[in-house]
């Protein structure tokens, strides 16, 4: 069965720092990986999809990176901002559905 | 080309009374996904299906839930004589074509059990 754990669990950082958000998969077979940012009581938003035959994706200054070989992806947020504060989630599919992490908790300090 | 659509966005029962959940896909898309986000958990796969067939049902409670797809219109996620614990959030995502694609969410909506 699929475990996604990402570390870590809660992050406080002040405002334009740069930081980098960890998620393992105990089965590295997987097909594609998403991030997405939850704000409370809100839904999911996309931030970067990484395809299977890709490593690596890039948007604005959100950077996400996968190695499959390891089930390990990172995603780097560069000059963190007050509205960067939010949950951020993993997932990764392989066959129906995709396996969510519990997610890391974002606060950027004015 | 509008999003995922779920409604309600907010729903509040009664225990021992049904709750139905309804999600619309996005144009084009024939697969459909629930996830269901209990307090302070992760997103939980549920049920998978395509129109009119239950592909997967793996992260379905065996009792009380039941979820549909029909020919035509929205899918549907019922909940039977709901219980305090089926308070939760539960999303929806759709795709294009097979499980491999990346899938888009819903909105979500919020289940309340008084």
């Known amino acids: 069965k699929q475990e996604v754990t990402q570390i870590p669990a809660a992050l406080s950082v002040p405002e334009g720092e740069n930081l980098v958000l960890n998620c393992s998969f105990t089965d590295s077979a997987i097909y594609n990986l998403q991030w997405f940012r939850q704000d409370p009581g809100k839904g999911l938003t996309s931030l970067l999809l990484i395809q299977s035959s890709q490593r690596e994706q890039t948007s604005g200054r959100l950077n996400a990176s996968l190695d499959k070989s390891s089930g390990r992806s990172t995603l780097y947020i560069a000059a963190s901002q007050p509205g960067d504060s939010a949950t951020y989630l993993c997932?990764?599919?392989?066959?129906?559905?995709?396996?969510f992490g519990t997610g890391t908790s974002l606060t950027v300090i004015p | 080309n509008a999003g995922v659509m779920q409604n309600p966005r907010h729903l509040v029962r009664r225990r021992g009374q049904e709750a139905r959940l309804r999600c619309s896909p996005m144009k084009g898309h024939s697969h459909v996904y629930w996830y269901r986000q209990l307090p302070e958990e992760g997103l939980k796969f549920m049920v998978y299906l395509q129109k009119e067939n239950i592909i997967d049902e793996s992260g379905m409670p065996k009792e009380r839930f039941s979820a549909e797809f029909p020919k035509e219109g929205p899918s549907i996620l019922r909940i039977q004589q709901v219980v305090r614990g089926d308070s939760a959030a539960y999303f929806c995502?759709?795709?294009?074509?097979?499980?491999?694609?990346?899938?888009?969410f819903g909105p979500g909506t919020r289940l309340t059990v008084l």
């Open positions: 995502a759709s795709s294009p074509t097979s499980s491999a694609d990346t899938q888009y």
């Open positions: 997932a990764g599919n392989t066959g129906n559905q995709f396996y």
